[in-house]
């Protein structure tokens, strides 16, 4: 490969910022851009320079890192908003959102007239994960590519999975998690709702729970952020609807049954009809709320 020329990374958000901080933390230097101002801003002061347009960023690097929220936004940042044409030739374009393994494949083949390669770079561990650089990444994509990009990713993680060359196996490792995640994640509120009704104290419930067999990783984060009147958002319920919703499809796709998922999915979308969409993603415990009359969070 030749000389390395120089990395953007575009997508400043509650994740993207925690994960560039840390590259930089790591002696990479970054060109970056959000849409919004203040996230470019907390970007400067970490280290990185502040780019006004996304081409702007990408112009003379020859890897960029994206961390938006859909397979749309992804496409009108490297060809709407002019990255990929930006880059030096034969970049290396890494995708961290979640989207659609099909997406992932679709987004890598479009670049390939430009002479770019696609590394999809999921990650796991959300935005405490991002600051903290402990994240899990699940990446594929050829070995040239993936060693490009390397560095930055592990510098933004604690476990980086280079999973094959094939572009989209990242993706589909990271649907199939968030199946787990998802449904873990209601069954905490479901825990939750039925100790509050059925007369327990849900701060003991919540001890007992994570010393013993029923504790998940899901549970023993989200639950007491359930007790919380007003918990700060680090992933949003309308995320959470998003990613199962991509477990859903990759189901149908493989022609494989999901009633947990799908029951984990209706009460996702319950929560966020109530109005929680854009809320903390333990405020799906509100739908239980709303079912049982009794209040898991402290008033």
Known sequence: MSAQKGTAFIGLGMMGQGMARNILRAGIALRGFDLFLQSRAKFAESGGVACDTAAEAASGCDLVIVMVQTPAQARQVLFGDGVAAALEPNSTVVLCSTVAPSDVRELAADLVPLGHTMVDAPVSGGQVGADAGTLTIMASGPDAAFARARPALEAASRALHHLGTEVGLG?????????????????????????????????????????????????????????????????????????????????????????????????????????????????????????????????
Request: proline content about 5%; hydrophobic content about 45%; overall charge negative.
């Open 171 to 299: 993706a589909t490792y990271k649907v199939v998690h968030q199946l787990a995640a998802g449904v873990h994640l209601v069954a905490a509120a479901e825990l939750m709702a039925l100790g509050v009704k059925a007369g327990c104290d849900p701060q003991k419930l919540y001890e007992i729970v994570t010393s013993s067999a029923g504790n998940s990783w899901m549970f023993g984060d989200r639950a007491p952020r359930m007790m919380q009147a007003d918990p700060a958002t680090t992933s949003s319920v309308d995320i959470f609807i998003k990613d199962v919703g991509l477990v859903l499809q990759t189901g149908k796709d493989a022609g494989v049954p999901l009633p947990l998922a799908a029951a984990a999915h209706q009460m996702l979308i319950a929560a966020a009809s109530l109005g929680h969409g854009p809320e903390d993603d333990s405020c799906v415990v509100r739908a239980y709320e709303a079912l049982t009359g009794k209040v898991v969070h402290e008033s």
